[in-house]
C-alpha cells in the first residue's frame, strides 16, 4: 500500500522531509499536487505567481521522472480530492510539509484528523521556515512583534538543521488518473504577457541551486555594501525559490554559512543576508499570529485612517508607472515586465502609494500581489503594513520616503531609473502627477487622526 506524498509550497524533491519520510517508509510513493481554487479562504495566486507554479510544477515532474516516478496533478477541494485518492490507491499513509497561512492550517487540520481516523500514518513536517512559530516566543509567551529581539531569540534557539540528503531512485505506485499541467490553465494565452517574464527567470529546483551557488560565489562578499543600490545586481534573487520552495531556508542558510566558514572576509555580508531571511521569518510568523494580515491592519488603530476618496487615475498611473516620478515608474515598469522589483524600489513604490497618493495599501498589495512572480502569503502583506505603517514593527508612520532624494542617494548616476524609464529626461516623460511636499503634508494631517484615535 502506496505512501502518498502532498506537494504544496515545497516543489523540491532536495531535503523535502515529506517526500523523504514517504521514501523512507519503503512504501511505493505517489506525488501529487492538488490545484485547489474551490475551498473557502484561500487566496488564489496572481497572475505572475501562477505563471511560475506552472513551469515549477513542470520542473518538479521532470525531477521525478528522472527517479521513476512523476507527479501526480489534480484539481478540487483539497479534503474531498485527498479522501478519494486515498481509497483509489488504497494508500496506508499521507505526509506533506506545513503551510502557515490560516485557512491552508485548518485544511491541514482536517485532513490529517481525518486520515488518522480512516486508520492512515498522516505526518506534517517542517520545511520552509528555519524555525517553527510555536518555538520562538517572547518571556510572556508571546509572538514577537519586534525584529532585532526576535532575530536574537532566533539565533540563540538550536541552529537550523542540515538539509536532507536527495534521494535517488525510489519505488512508485501505479497512478490513476490525472491532468496534464496545462490543463489547469495557469499560464497566460490570449494575450501572452509573459515574454519578459521568460527573458527574466528559469524557474525549477536545478536552476534554483544553480543560482543559489552563483550567488554564494560571486556576490555574497559585497552583499551588505551594495544591496541597496537598484542599478546593480547584487542581490541574491532566491525570493522566488524561497516562495515556491525550489530551495528550503535551510539550503540557503547553510551555503551562506558555510562560505563564512571558509572566508571570514565574507562574515559581515553574510550576517546581513541572514539576517534578511530573518526577515522572511519574521514575516512567516506574524502571519501565524494575525492570519488575516492581508485585509486587516495589524495595529487596529490604523482602522481610523481616513484614506481619501480613490482618484482611480492615480492608481492606475502607479500601475503603469506613468507617475511623472523617476525612481516610482521605474520599479513599477521592472515590476510589470520581470515580475520583480529591487527591494530599495518596493518600500519607495509602496510608500509613495500610501503617502503620497494616499491610496490604501490594501490596493497596492492586491497589485503586488498579482504582479510579483515571488507574491508570498507572509511576506507581501507584511511588507506592505511595515511601510504604511500599521504592520509588525512598521516603519513609523511619519517616516515618509522622499522618491526623489532615495534616487539621488541609491541611484546616483541614473542607472536604474533609465533602463526602465528611457524616456525620462526627454519631452515625452509626464509632470508628476502630485507635488511631493503638499502630499506629505496631507499624509501626515491624517496620520493625526489615527493618533487622536488612540
Ligand atoms: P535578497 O536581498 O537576496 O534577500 C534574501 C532573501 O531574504 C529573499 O529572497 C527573501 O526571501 C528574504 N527577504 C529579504 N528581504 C525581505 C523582507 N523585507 N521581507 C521578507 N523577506 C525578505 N518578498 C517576497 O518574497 N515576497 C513578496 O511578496 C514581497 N513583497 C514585498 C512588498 C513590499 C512593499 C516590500 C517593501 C517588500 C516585499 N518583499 C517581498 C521583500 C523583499 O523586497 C524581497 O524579498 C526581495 O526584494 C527579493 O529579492 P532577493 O531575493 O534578491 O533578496
Given at each position: 500500500?502506496?505512501?502518498?506524498?502532498?506537494?504544496?509550497?515545497?516543489?523540491?524533491?532536495?531535503?523535502?522531509?515529506?517526500?523523504?519520510?514517504?521514501?523512507?517508509?519503503g512504501?511505493?510513493?505517489?506525488?501529487?499536487?492538488?490545484?485547489?481554487?474551490?475551498?473557502?479562504?484561500?487566496?488564489?495566486?496572481?497572475?505572475?505567481?501562477?505563471?511560475?507554479?506552472?513551469?515549477?510544477l513542470?520542473?518538479?515532474?521532470?525531477?521525478?521522472?528522472?527517479?521513476?516516478?512523476?507527479?501526480?496533478?489534480?484539481?478540487?477541494?483539497?479534503?474531498?480530492?485527498?479522501?478519494?485518492?486515498?481509497?483509489?490507491?488504497?494508500?496506508?499513509?499521507?505526509?506533506?510539509?506545513?503551510?502557515?497561512?490560516?485557512?491552508?492550517?485548518?485544511?491541514?487540520?482536517?485532513?490529517?484528523?481525518?486520515?488518522?481516523?480512516?486508520?492512515?500514518?498522516?505526518?506534517?513536517?517542517?520545511?520552509?521556515?528555519?524555525?517553527?512559530?510555536?518555538?520562538?516566543?517572547?518571556?510572556?509567551?508571546?509572538?514577537?512583534?519586534?525584529?532585532?529581539?526576535?532575530?536574537?531569540?532566533?539565533?540563540?534557539?538550536?541552529?537550523?538543521?542540515?538539509?536532507?540528503?536527495?534521494?535517488?531512485?525510489?519505488?512508485?505506485?501505479?497512478?490513476?488518473?490525472?491532468?496534464?499541467?496545462?490543463?489547469?490553465?495557469?499560464?497566460?494565452?490570449?494575450?501572452?504577457?509573459?515574454?519578459?517574464?521568460?527573458?527574466?527567470?528559469?524557474?525549477?529546483?536545478?536552476?534554483?541551486?544553480?543560482?543559489?551557488?552563483?550567488?554564494?560565489r560571486?556576490?555574497?562578499?559585497?552583499?551588505?555594501?551594495?544591496?541597496?543600490?537598484?542599478?546593480?545586481?547584487?542581490?541574491?534573487?532566491?525570493?522566488?525559490?524561497?516562495?515556491?520552495?525550489?530551495?528550503?531556508?535551510?539550503?540557503?542558510?547553510?551555503?551562506?554559512?558555510?562560505?563564512?566558514?571558509?572566508?571570514?572576509?565574507?562574515?559581515?555580508?553574510?550576517?546581513?543576508?541572514?539576517?534578511?531571511?530573518?526577515?522572511?521569518?519574521?514575516?512567516?510568523?506574524?502571519?501565524?499570529?494575525?492570519?488575516?494580515?492581508?485585509?486587516?491592519?495589524?495595529?487596529?488603530?490604523?482602522?481610523?485612517?481616513?484614506?481619501?476618496?480613490?482618484?482611480?487615475?492615480?492608481?492606475?498611473?502607479?500601475?503603469?508607472?506613468?507617475?511623472?516620478?523617476?525612481?516610482?515608474d521605474?520599479?513599477?515598469?521592472?515590476?510589470?515586465?520581470?515580475?520583480?522589483?529591487?527591494?530599495?524600489?518596493?518600500?519607495?513604490?509602496?510608500?509613495?502609494?500610501?503617502?503620497?497618493?494616499?491610496?490604501?495599501?490594501?490596493?497596492?498589495?492586491?497589485?503586488?500581489?498579482?504582479?510579483?512572480?515571488?507574491?508570498?502569503?507572509?511576506?507581501?502583506?507584511?511588507?506592505?503594513?511595515?511601510?504604511?505603517?500599521?504592520?509588525?514593527?512598521?516603519?513609523?508612520?511619519?517616516?515618509?520616503?522622499?522618491?526623489?532624494l532615495?534616487?539621488?542617494?541609491?541611484?546616483p548616476h541614473?542607472?536604474?531609473?533609465?533602463?526602465?524609464?528611457?524616456?525620462?529626461?526627454?519631452?515625452?516623460?509626464?509632470?508628476?502627477?502630485?507635488?511631493?511636499?503638499?502630499?506629505?503634508?496631507?499624509?501626515?494631517?491624517?496620520y493625526d487622526?489615527?493618533?487622536?484615535?488612540?
Amino acid at each position: 500500500r502506496p505512501a502518498v506524498v502532498w506537494f504544496r509550497d515545497d516543489l523540491r524533491v532536495a531535503d523535502n522531509p515529506a517526500l523523504d519520510a514517504a521514501v523512507r517508509s519503503g512504501r511505493p510513493v505517489v506525488c501529487v499536487y492538488l490545484w485547489d481554487d474551490v475551498s473557502p479562504g484561500l487566496r488564489p495566486p496572481g497572475a505572475a505567481a501562477r505563471w511560475w507554479l506552472h513551469h515549477s510544477l513542470v520542473a518538479l515532474d521532470a525531477e521525478l521522472r528522472a527517479r521513476g516516478s512523476r507527479l501526480l496533478v489534480r484539481r478540487g477541494a483539497a479534503e474531498s480530492e485527498l479522501k478519494a485518492l486515498i481509497a483509489e490507491l488504497d494508500a496506508a499513509a499521507l505526509f506533506w510539509n506545513r503551510r502557515y497561512g490560516g485557512a491552508e492550517r485548518a485544511i491541514d487540520a482536517a485532513v490529517k484528523s481525518a486520515a488518522r481516523e480512516a486508520g492512515l500514518d498522516a505526518g506534517s513536517f517542517g520545511a520552509n521556515l528555519l524555525f517553527e512559530p510555536w518555538t520562538i516566543r517572547t518571556g510572556a509567551g508571546t509572538a514577537f512583534s519586534v525584529f532585532s529581539p526576535f532575530w536574537r531569540a532566533c539565533l540563540s534557539a538550536p541552529a537550523p538543521r542540515m538539509p536532507l540528503p536527495t534521494p535517488g531512485g525510489f519505488p512508485t505506485a501505479g497512478l490513476p488518473d490525472g491532468l496534464r499541467i496545462d490543463d489547469l490553465g495557469l499560464l497566460p494565452t490570449r494575450p501572452d504577457w509573459a515574454g519578459g517574464l521568460r527573458d527574466a527567470w528559469e524557474p525549477g529546483e536545478r536552476s534554483a541551486h544553480t543560482d543559489l551557488a552563483r550567488f554564494v560565489r560571486d556576490d555574497l562578499a559585497r552583499y551588505r555594501d551594495d544591496r541597496d543600490i537598484p542599478g546593480v545586481d547584487a542581490t541574491s534573487r532566491l525570493s522566488p525559490r524561497l516562495r515556491w520552495g525550489e530551495l528550503s531556508p535551510h539550503q540557503v542558510w547553510h551555503a551562506a554559512s558555510a562560505a563564512r566558514e571558509h572566508d571570514p572576509g565574507v562574515a559581515d555580508s553574510a550576517a546581513v543576508f541572514l539576517s534578511e531571511l530573518g526577515w522572511r521569518e519574521f514575516a512567516y510568523h506574524t502571519l501565524f499570529a494575525h492570519p488575516d494580515a492581508a485585509t486587516v491592519n495589524i495595529h487596529r488603530q490604523y482602522d481610523a485612517f481616513p484614506w481619501p476618496r480613490l482618484h482611480p487615475g492615480a492608481l492606475h498611473a502607479w500601475q503603469r508607472g506613468r507617475t511623472g516620478i523617476p525612481l516610482v515608474d521605474a520599479g513599477m515598469r521592472e515590476l510589470s515586465t520581470t515580475g520583480t522589483m529591487h527591494n530599495r524600489v518596493r518600500m519607495v513604490t509602496a510608500s509613495f502609494l500610501t503617502k503620497n497618493l494616499l491610496i490604501d495599501w490594501r490596493l497596492g498589495e492586491q497589485w503586488f500581489w498579482d504582479t510579483l512572480v515571488d507574491a508570498d502569503p507572509a511576506s507581501n502583506p507584511f511588507n506592505w503594513q511595515w511601510v504604511a505603517g500599521s504592520g509588525a514593527d512598521a516603519a513609523p508612520y511619519f517616516r515618509v520616503f522622499n522618491p526623489e532624494l532615495q534616487r539621488t542617494k541609491f541611484d546616483p548616476h541614473g542607472d536604474y531609473v533609465r533602463r526602465w524609464v528611457p524616456e525620462w529626461d526627454g519631452l515625452d516623460y509626464p509632470e508628476p502627477v502630485v507635488d511631493l511636499a503638499e502630499t506629505r503634508r496631507a499624509a501626515l494631517a491624517a496620520y493625526d487622526t489615527v493618533r487622536a484615535s488612540t
